[in-house]
């Protein structure tokens, strides 16, 4: 059981970047994903949460209308489509697989299966 992120990488302010969360082992098809971030001496905040269906229920206000969570459970793989990138978002992603019921769906504690992380940085 594995969450594999990937598409991370250095990218100039303004750019883009794509990242995927590729699961392997199980099935994400009833699985809510929690998209993560944690920089260095800070706590791992929350980016966007979205339910088995594909509703995405929660943005942070930091990246709502830049940053969206998709998936393709097709492809058992998830998204993050990150425009319009700044500086503040350098730091390391992370993906996340979980269970929780609906309200506690922001609650990282209840996400099961998480991908090692993949480094993003916006500089000039």
């Known amino acids: 059981v594995q969450l594999q992120a990937s598409g991370g990488g250095l990218v100039q302010p303004g750019e883009s970047l794509r990242l995927s969360c590729a699961a392997s082992g199980f099935t994400l098809d009833h699985y809510a994903i ?32 830049r940053f969206t969570a998709s998936r393709d459970n097709a492809k058992n793989t998830v998204y993050l489509q990150m425009n319009s990138l700044k500086p503040e978002d350098t730091t390391v992603y992370y993906c996340a697989a979980g269970r929780p019921i609906t309200s506690a769906i922001r609650r990282r504690d209840l996400y099961a299966y998480w991908g090692q992380g993949t480094q993003v940085t916006v500089s000039s």
């Open 34 to 65: 929690g998209w993560y971030r944690q920089a260095p001496e800070k706590g791992r905040e929350g980016v966007s949460c979205m339910t088995s269906s594909g509703v995405v229920l929660y943005y942070a206000d930091t990246v709502k209308g």
